[in-house]
């Protein structure tokens, strides 16, 4: 089979509750190398929390509990050996854009350094290849000791996805990356996971359908925890689509 | 070679964190655990090595414990009848944290009221800071005050044979106390929701109405953890009380009597009681009344705040 | 044609109820101004009472000089350098202890019943009443640990008394640093204890200097606790000695020596209880003024 279609992500069955409220009621989907997976689906639909539990950052919500299968590569991630290396393979930006408040470099060279890197001279190709990927390089180039929370929200926004791909991840998952950013940095970090595809897997939760209609190959629609509908992006926003809820939420007669 | 041409970097490696790093961190993570339980093991240290000097006196024939929680003859050196009742001590500390509390409690909680409702910013952090620096006050410095200063107040004042008593030692603690008060209290009522604020002030309350209507009844389990924090530190204060409030071990017939306290007691005959005699060991036990009275105070103060955040 | 004048009663009119509400909120806000003045009045009169009672004696040769004539006269340097020592000693201990507690609770801990009971201890440690602790000490370290009455066992007594709000006000300081910053270090595989050293600590030290500070005014100030472990009524010191004490000496503390001088030394020269308290009390507000300046400067240079 080409690498093409090899599967990099297989969830079967996910069930995710906090507490006594299960907010995932049995999903079972895959991803597919080098595809752009779009995640639909109002608020509350439990896409963030399906993101949490593929990198395993659900386990720091003492009230979450999951069950069913989730495998990167093949590989279980309830019983992945080392977890942090299935955090470096998967990327991960988050809604609110978030730099450390560290300097412009160390927020970007922080992972590396995790990993065990230390001298300047293996950080800095790699801190100056992340920005540049980002769509930060150039207008941080000349102030890269300056405070990242100095920076602002759609500079910091690009700052995390320079992180996120500060420790090569070969899976990008971004959490509603524009929510909090104004729409022509929004368009420039598309252009970027455009670029970036050739490369990565990535998987794009968003509420805005277009945006899911302009980037992604296939679309899968949550809607309460529920997969109403997971198929290519033009099926999905065509009059093709299988489900009638899919057509109106495309449609915009609720979101 | 990468995608888009560029030569791998380090990272293409898949680098690993050096073995020692590792164990390092492994290390690190166990001590923190073992700090993090830390506070368990040394309260229950403390219960443990206070009760173990006692507890050979508890197994004596001639001692009763009723008599030394109900009677109120303290006659630890006597030579021919030695008796030891703390009933006095405990009324005498009654007498003085319930004196205290008296005066602190109003004092204190109408100061909150002020600091936190009707204050400008500016005062705000200036009184806050005054408090701050009130609280740091050492007790043996208190006691000193109490000694000297408050002591001629009141004999000048109310014309009575000695400045050390009840009065003075109530007085103290309560300037003691009133800054534990004033802070939580004045936390208490910060975390009031503002809308409740709003809402009230829409419906044309002055903030005065505001405060005794709304506010102190939202607030009501915050200034009660207040309060009984402020209990909690009086009973258990030594050195101020010890200075402050006389010699005499009996119980009070007037604010103006004489009385020692349960902490003050420990303090006054501790280093003359010859190690291991019954009377050190009695001692001791009085500690271990103190410790687990001031337990069950800071309980009862966590129990009421715990009922605050679950709201 | 005029106009009518406006009417004289307006819309908003000052009835006999209102004014009566606005009487009523002036009353009660002077009330409650007079209840804040009264914890202002107090400390300023005390203060001013003491230095003016311990003016003929005050200078820096009081600190210096050691007591004389049975302590009735002369100063307080053996004293002076023994809290310095007891304090000292004492933080070296809990301070470290302290802070990895505080990193255990707010960073490791899940939200069970067993930390509940941890919380619970902590709480409990802060409210136990200094004789308690005195006791402690006697039994502990003093007969148990064989250490006797010295330095050691009062520097560990007073670390144990200290070690309740080192830990609550690092806690506080820890969990001053947004959920965010950890969420983005974990994202990119990071291990807690990175995180913790790369972002939470470092933003955590103004906190954890600032309990620390609190901490040392209140080590000095403590009798009890070191009157009974290793603090004695009077040792023989060089004057101006910095370095007088060993581990296992016993030493003058100054709190225990304005109790002794306001209580057990008849015929004291009469500024000299007051001018040590005027010591004590001085460097404890000085110590506590410098930790208020700290956290007022640390918190202007705030990095998010």
Known sequence: MSAAFQKRIEVKDLRLAYDASEVIHGITFDVYQNEILAVIGPAQSGKSSMLRCLNRTIDFTASARWSGSVRVDGEDVRRSRDVFALRRKIGMVAPLPVGLPLSIYDNVAFAPRCSGLTRRGDLDPIVERCLRQAALWDEVKDRLASLGTALSGGQQQRLTIARALSHRPEILCLDEFSIAIDPVTTMRIEDVLKELRRELTIVLVTNLTQQARRLSDRTLFLWEGELVELDRTEVIFSEAARSQRTRDYVSGVFG | MNHDGSTPDALAARPRRPAWAVQGERALEALVRLAGVSAILFVAAIFFFVLREAAPVLVKDDFSLAQFLFSTEWYPTSASHVRYGTLALTVGTLSVTALAMLIAVPFGLGAAVYLSEFCAPRLRETLKITIELLSAIPSVVWGFVGLTVMSRLIVSTTGAPVGVNVLNGGIILALMSVPVIVSIGEDALKAVPDSYREAGLALGATRWQLVYRVLLPAARNGLLAAVLLGVGRAVGETMAVLMATGHAVHIPGSLLDSVRTLTANIAAELGEAPAGSDHYRVLFLTGTLLFLITFAVNLAADFVVRGIRRR | MALAPAPATSR???????ARKERAQAVAKAIFAVMAAAMVVPLVLIVTYLVVRAWPVLGPEFILDVPRRGMTDGGIWPAFVGTLYLVGLSLLVSTPIGVLAAIYLNEYARDNWWNRVVNLAVINLAGVPSIVHALFGLGAFVYAARFGYSILSAALTLAIMTLPVIIASTREALASVPMAFREACWNVGATRWQTIRAV?????VSGILTGV???????AGETAPVMFTGAVFFKAVERGR????????????????LYT???????????????TAVVLLGSVLLVNATAIGVRLLLRARKRW
């Open chain 3, 12 to 18: 908003f009119a000052r009835t006999p109820h209102v």
């Open chain 3, 200 to 204: 939470v600590l470092p933003n955590s």
């Open chain 3, 213 to 219: 500070i609190l901490q040392v005014s209140r080590a």
């Open chain 3, 242 to 257: 910095l370095l007088p004490y060993g581990l296992q000496d016993q030493c003058m503390a100054l709190s225990m020596h």
């Open chain 3, 261 to 275: 001088l306001a209580t057990q030394v008849p015929n004291v020269k009469e500024a000299l209880p007051y001018a």
